[in-house]
């Protein structure tokens, strides 16, 4: 599978159901391959909001293993609104493209 930000935005819709069941209210992309300053090494970076009721770690955890096998051979990174970093935060949010 070809990996860019057209092919990831594409495949988080196509497996919208699943995210949504594991809590996720939002879901975007940010990081390179937004800037399209994606390599062959570049990780896929993605911002989520969930479901206040939903946000433990076990949905993490399912979360993560999901994206894993969806992208595999990428690297996953994750990061939750109340995981924000204030350094980095604002950065984030300026750049995330959310799936509609």
């Known amino acids: 599978m070809k990996v860019d930000k057209e092919n990831i935005i594409n ?4 497996e919208k159901t699943k995210i949504s069941d ?3 209210e939002k879901i975007g992309l940010f990081g390179s391959y937004v ?5 062959d090494n570049s990780d896929i ?8 009721a939903m946000e433990h770690y076990d949905n ?3 979360l993560y293993d999901l994206f894993e096998e969806i992208f595999s051979p990428r690297k996953i990174d994750i990061v939750t ?5 204030p350094y980095i935060g604002p950065k ?5 493209e959310f799936v509609k």
């Open 22 to 24: 594991l809590g996720v």
């Open 60 to 62: 993490l955890f399912k």
């Open 45 to 52: 970076d993605l911002f989520i909001v969930f479901n206040p």
């Open 11 to 14: 495949t988080l819709k196509k």
């Open 35 to 39: 800037r399209g300053e994606e390599g």
């Open 81 to 85: 609104h109340n995981g924000l970093s």
């Open 92 to 96: 984030i949010l300026q750049e995330v």
